[in-house]
């Protein structure tokens, strides 16, 4: 038995090895590309659920790691944000973001995600305004998405920073709401413009009661506080009606439109497609 257990402990310590050597690799390659602008952005399509209009495009990372192929910022913001890569793909992003949608046939609006390792820093507000005058894209095309999990750090600096990013003209929505868990508290003290539920309560938001009270609720409360509130990771039609009958702002997700590159052309002809 001992020999077994030391033979776990030992396989156990092994996979920890190779775990953190994987989160070592990463964080090098994200610093090279970082250098060697090995970075795309994808956008997905954000639409009003009463007339289907287009609201705007969240702005998402894409990274092709050499040798591994696509990597999910799921998987490597939390290492990028760990080795202190994210400042500097932050501001990358900002700033391509800006560009790219400033040249656009259409002056639509982008939301880019913001980490809590930027909010936590001043020369966010620099990098903001260095982005919209480089690129000389309105402010009230962009938008900041911010998690409530972001802004409990130095929460009065946070503060600060958002203040100073809004008065600017550029909003600022809450991302993933209902996970974090001082979302009321967040709702109180920040100055956001939209609240983004989180793609969770979508899942059996029409067959399970329980989840669709909580969104019913989530948009009660954007009601009574004026600010509108979008549905991400809408997948069903059914969930749609739901989310119409319901009376929720706009809504985003695969039923919507994939994340990837806007292809004008369908856009510019809306009566062709349904
Ligand atoms: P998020 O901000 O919640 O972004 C939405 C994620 O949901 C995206 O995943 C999107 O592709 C996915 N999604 C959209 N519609 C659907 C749907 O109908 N069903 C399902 N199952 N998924 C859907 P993605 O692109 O893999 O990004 C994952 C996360 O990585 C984002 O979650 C965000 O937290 C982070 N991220 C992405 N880009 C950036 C960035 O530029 N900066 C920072 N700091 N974080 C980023
Ligand atoms: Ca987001
Ligand atoms: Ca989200
Ligand atoms: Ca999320």
Redesign the pocket.
């Known amino acids: 038995a001992k020999a077994e257990f030391d033979r776990r402990i030992c396989y156990y310590e092994h996979d920890m090895d190779e775990q953190a050597r994987q989160r070592r690799d990463i964080a090098r390659d994200l610093w090279t590309a970082v250098e060697n602008n090995g970075f795309s952005l994808?956008y997905?399509v954000q639409k009003s659920v009463a007339s289907g209009e287009i609201t705007g495009y969240?702005?998402?990372?894409r990274w092709n790691r050499p040798g591994h192929g696509n990597v999910?910022?799921?998987e490597f913001?939390p290492i990028a944000e760990e080795c202190g890569a994210?400042s500097a793909?932050?501001v990358w992003?900002l700033k391509m973001a800006c560009l790219e949608a400033a040249s656009w046939p259409e002056p639509c609006k982008i939301a880019?995600?913001?980490?809590g390792i930027?909010l936590a820093q001043i020369d966010l507000i620099d990098t903001v305004r260095n982005s919209l005058f480089m690129s000389g894209l309105a402010p009230h095309r962009l938008e900041l998405?911010v998690?409530e999990t972001s802004i409990i750090g130095d929460k009065n600096r946070a503060l600060h920073i958002l203040r100073q990013i809004k008065a600017m003209g550029v909003s600022i929505a809450i991302?993933?709401f209902g996970t974090g868990y001082s979302s009321l508290d967040t709702l109180r003290s920040f100055p956001f413009d939209k609240i983004k539920i989180?793609?969770s309560f979508m899942n059996e938001v029409e067959s399970d009661e329980q989840s669709k009270a909580i969104v019913r609720a989530i948009l009660a409360l954007g009601r009574s506080l004026s600010v509108p509130v979008l549905a991400?990771?809408?997948?069903t039609r059914e969930q749609l009606d739901v989310l119409r009958k319901e009376g929720c702002t706009e809504a985003?997700?695969?039923?919507l439109g994939?994340?990837g590159a806007i292809d004008w052309n369908d856009r510019l002809e809306p009566g062709l497609r349904a």
């Open positions: 994808a997905q969240e702005v998402l990372l999910s910022p799921a913001i994210i793909i932050g992003v880019v995600n913001v980490s930027q998405e998690t991302d993933d989180d793609r991400e990771g809408v997948e985003q997700g695969f039923l994939r994340p």
